[in-house]
């Protein structure tokens, strides 16, 4: 019973600091000037409890170490979380006057911070603030100097943007904060192979027109010639059965020779143009007609 007794004992004399015991230890450390040790013990309370009592002590011991955009922030907090059943201190009216009261001569400038798109839940901090030292987006005095403000919001790529205080001149910050637009890389396009131009299209042309006039050779003297040796005996018979074949062979001599030497005028007047002709044979009574145009 006496050992139960004794280590009972000694785990309630090393049992963690109550939030109560941790602000009692701050306020003591305030009491003797220690006042960044002060912060961290008022902190380590508002861990365990948050209140808006705690949130004003440490607000009050900034004040003292003249940290004054820290001071604003967390005298913000214990306005947000202010309630009736945990009220603001009475000495916080005392204590925004005198944050005003120095702002009005300490050497800081009035920064107001904003965020875009308007409306996004963003919070903010600045890079030689502690990683708990968050607010929305407000304005604060930060002190000569560079300073880096860092926005975050769920689902949002963090911002970061650089302001240089040089003077007391106030100035407005704004961070984008929307996601970056990235613009896809097109297709590669199929190459094509270019089309060599036909080498010596008039040799073609006049192969062409070459092999009609053969053909119209073969048809005049051929076909036409035994259909008019025919046609000249004195029988009258002859005359009459050869009439019609001759006159077919006539007007197919006719259009071919027209079309074979349209195609070797063209193959000597085009020698190197890309231009094609064409040729059209329109058969008329007694003959034909030939024309000869191009075409791209």
Excluded at 15 to 34: F, H, I, N, T, V
Excluded at 190 to 198: G, I, L
Excluded at 242 to 257: D, F, V
């Amino acid at each position: 019973m006496i050992a139960l007794v004794l280590v009972t004992a000694a785990s309630v004399a090393h049992a963690d600091p109550s939030a109560q015991d941790l602000q009692a230890q701050g306020e003591q450390l305030a009491k003797d000037g220690r006042f960044s040790e002060a912060i961290d013990s008022f902190k380590a309370a508002d861990r365990l409890q948050p209140t808006a009592g705690h949130a004003c002590l440490i607000a009050l011991a900034y004040t003292r170490r003249e940290l004054w955009s820290q001071a604003e922030i967390f005298l913000a907090r214990c306005h947000e979380r202010a309630t009736p059943a945990d009220p603001l201190p009475d000495w916080v009216p005392v204590a925004e006057q005198q944050i005003q009261e120095r702002l009005a001569t300490a050497n800081a400038a009035a920064v107001t911070i904003q965020v875009t798109p308007a409306g996004t839940p963003a919070q903010l901090t600045v890079s030689s603030f502690a990683p708990d030292e968050t607010f929305a987006p407000r304005t604060i005095h930060l002190p000569p100097g560079r300073h880096v403000i860092i926005a975050t919001a769920p689902g949002l790529p963090t911002a970061r943007k650089e302001v240089v205080i040089e003077s007391k001149d106030p100035q407005t910050v704004t961070i984008d904060l929307a996601p970056a637009v990235t613009t896809p890389k097109p297709l590669p396009q199929p190459v094509v192979p270019a089309t060599e131009p036909e080498a010596n299209p008039w040799k073609k042309r006049l192969l062409v027109g070459g092999g009609i006039l053969a053909g119209a050779g073969l048809v005049t003297y051929g076909w036409m010639s035994f259909e008019w040796s025919k046609m000249r005996t004195k029988d009258d018979a002859q005359w009459v059965a050869h009439e019609g074949n001759y006159n077919l062979s006539r007007e197919l001599t006719i259009g071919l020779w027209a079309v074979g030497g349209a195609a070797l005028i063209t193959s000597f007047l085009l020698p190197s143009s890309s231009e094609r002709p064409a040729v059209a044979v329109v058969p008329t009574s007694g003959g034909g007609m030939v024309s000869v145009g191009w075409s791209r």
